[in-house]
């Protein structure tokens, strides 16, 4: 059974930095893909970076340049730094994982965290 747990939302000044971290069990970060999304209130949830298996990253336009994707293979863990954080990217952050290809899209994903809410004040 595959479980990954979020950790390491909380409030923030705008221009702080935060570091998510999800533990993932069950299943190998070598041999999948995990991903962060995020969902704001009234709106869809977002895709927001993913690591793939073989170590490559994939970020949205958005977040290029301020968010950080890597993992701790020891720990089987993935984190996700967020640097020069806005009040907009307030939000719930999820944690997914797929063992299939096409990492942007939300509905590819078959296992979730609960999420870890991030609050940014102005």
């Known amino acids: 059974q595959v479980q990954l747990v979020e950790s390491g939302g909380g409030l923030v000044q705008a221009g702080g930095s935060l570091r998510l971290s999800c533990a993932v069990s069950g299943r190998t970060l070598s041999s999948s893909n995990t991903a962060w999304f995020r969902q704001a209130p009234g709106t869809e949830r977002e895709f927001v970076a993913t690591l793939i298996w073989s170590g490559n990253t994939v970020y949205a336009d958005s977040v290029k340049g301020r968010f950080t994707i890597n993992r701790d293979n020891a720990k089987n863990t993935v984190q996700l730094k967020m640097n020069s954080l806005k009040p907009e990217v307030t939000a719930v952050y999820y944690c997914?994982?797929?063992?299939?290809?096409?990492?942007?899209?939300?509905?590819?994903?078959?296992?979730w965290g609960q999420g870890t809410q991030v609050t940014v004040s102005s």
């Open positions: 997914a994982s797929t063992r299939r290809g096409d990492v942007t899209k939300e509905d590819q994903y078959d296992c």
